[in-house]
């Protein structure tokens, strides 16, 4: 990337340090675009500069349209660029604020707002709610599993660890009537039940699979990173844990958590001939050797 500002026209390290802090807390508390994302990274790395750097340098920088550098201030609640600069420039003049210390790694960074996610999830996981969901899923027979997209790699994690212990786990992982007709079917055979992951961005056809399911007169759990939205309103109970926008794609390390919270609590309320089966499978796969010694 070209540099817009010469190297010489830079603020002090510690008024860097209070600019970089502000301009993290901005980012963390925002969804953003891919591009959005590149213009944060871009100003991150250069905390020393961004107050001084118009929105055609950036665009210019970042390989982008000037308006989109508009977009990413409209997207931090400002009323446009200048204002968002104002912000960041105001850190230099507020000699109240701490001295936020030397700018973390980058990639340290990111991992710390993902630890910030989990404390997240922690705080707002209620074991009995937890348990409750688990306890519906656990009966359904068969129980469908729905993942599109970029959630699809969670539904069949939790699929693939499920189907250890309960009988009938079928995993659906392709939108449109191919969706309908299984998730119709399931019902048939006697599913109350399914369980959907829906994680941003969020996929029109996981919307109309989930407005399908209750037609077809299944319940629905979902899993996702916001209580209220346009895939919440078709679910019957939500289940929330934060996805990490900081990465250049998002980071889904909470919502694998809580797959992992839910398949425990799920195996626990299946009856106990079925938890047998996941001590069954350990004696037979030690007999075969399909595992490498530790």
């Given at each position: 990337?070209?540099?817009?500002?010469?190297?010489?026209?830079?603020?002090?390290?510690?008024?860097?340090?209070?600019?970089?802090?502000?301009?993290?807390?901005?980012?963390?508390?925002?969804?953003?675009?891919?591009?959005?994302?590149?213009?944060?990274?871009?100003?991150?790395?250069?905390?020393?500069?961004?107050?001084?750097?118009?929105?055609?340098?950036?665009?210019?920088?970042?390989?982008?349209?000037?308006?989109?550098?508009?977009?990413?201030?409209?997207?931090?609640?400002?009323?446009?660029?200048?204002?968002?600069?104002?912000?960041?420039?105001?850190?230099?003049?507020?000699?109240?604020?701490?001295?936020?210390?030397?700018?973390?790694?980058?990639?340290?960074?990111?991992?710390?707002?993902?630890?910030?996610?989990?404390?997240?999830?922690?705080?707002?996981?209620?074991?009995?709610?937890?348990?409750?969901?688990?306890?519906?899923?656990?009966?359904?027979?068969?129980?469908?599993?729905?993942?599109?997209?970029?959630?699809?790699?969670?539904?069949?994690?939790?699929?693939?660890?499920?189907?250890?212990?309960?009988p009938d786990v079928r995993v659906i992982?392709?939108?449109?009537?191919?969706?309908?007709?299984?998730?119709?079917?399931?019902?048939?055979?006697?599913?109350?039940?399914?369980?959907?992951?829906?994680?941003?961005?969020?996929?029109?056809?996981?919307?109309?699979?989930?407005?399908?399911?209750?037609?077809?007169?299944?319940?629905?759990?979902?899993?996702?990173?916001?209580?209220?939205?346009?895939?919440?309103?078709?679910?019957?109970?939500?289940?929330?844990?934060?996805?990490?926008?900081?990465?250049?794609?998002?980071?889904?390390?909470?919502?694998?958590?809580?797959?992992?919270?839910?398949?425990h609590s799920m195996v626990y309320a299946?009856?106990?001939?079925?938890?047998?089966?996941?001590?069954?499978?350990?004696?037979?796969?030690?007999?075969?050797?399909?595992?490498?010694?530790?």
């Amino acid at each position: 990337m070209s540099e817009p500002v010469d190297a010489g026209v830079a603020v002090a390290s510690d008024d860097a340090s209070r600019v970089a802090a502000r301009l993290r807390e901005l980012v963390e508390g925002h969804r953003l675009s891919p591009a959005q994302r590149r213009i944060a990274r871009y100003l991150l790395d250069r905390p020393d500069r961004a107050v001084f750097l118009t929105s055609v340098d950036i665009a210019e920088a970042v390989g982008i349209s000037q308006p989109s550098v508009t977009r990413f201030a409209f997207a931090l609640g400002f009323t446009g660029f200048p204002e968002f600069r104002d912000h960041l420039r105001a850190a230099l003049r507020d000699g109240r604020e701490p001295d936020a210390g030397p700018a973390p790694d980058p990639i340290q960074a990111m991992v710390d707002s993902e630890i910030r996610n989990l404390e997240l999830l922690r705080d707002g996981l209620g074991a009995t709610r937890l348990g409750e969901v688990a306890a519906r899923l656990a009966a359904s027979r068969p129980l469908p599993v729905v993942g599109l997209r970029v959630s699809a790699p969670l539904a069949h994690l939790f699929g693939y660890l499920a189907a250890k212990a309960h009988p009938d786990v079928r995993v659906i992982d392709t939108p449109g009537s191919t969706l309908e007709d299984r998730l119709s079917r399931a019902a048939q055979a006697g599913a109350t039940w399914t369980l959907a992951f829906g994680l941003p961005r969020y996929p029109r056809e996981l919307r109309e699979g989930l407005i399908w399911a209750r037609r077809a007169g299944l319940r629905v759990a979902l899993v996702t990173d916001h209580s209220v939205g346009a895939l919440a309103e078709h679910a019957d109970v939500v289940l929330t844990a934060p996805v990490s926008s900081q990465f250049a794609f998002d980071s889904q390390a909470a919502p694998s958590v809580l797959c992992a919270a839910l398949v425990h609590s799920m195996v626990y309320a299946l009856p106990t001939e079925e938890q047998a089966a996941i001590e069954e499978f350990e004696n037979t796969a030690a007999e075969r050797r399909l595992f490498l010694p530790e």
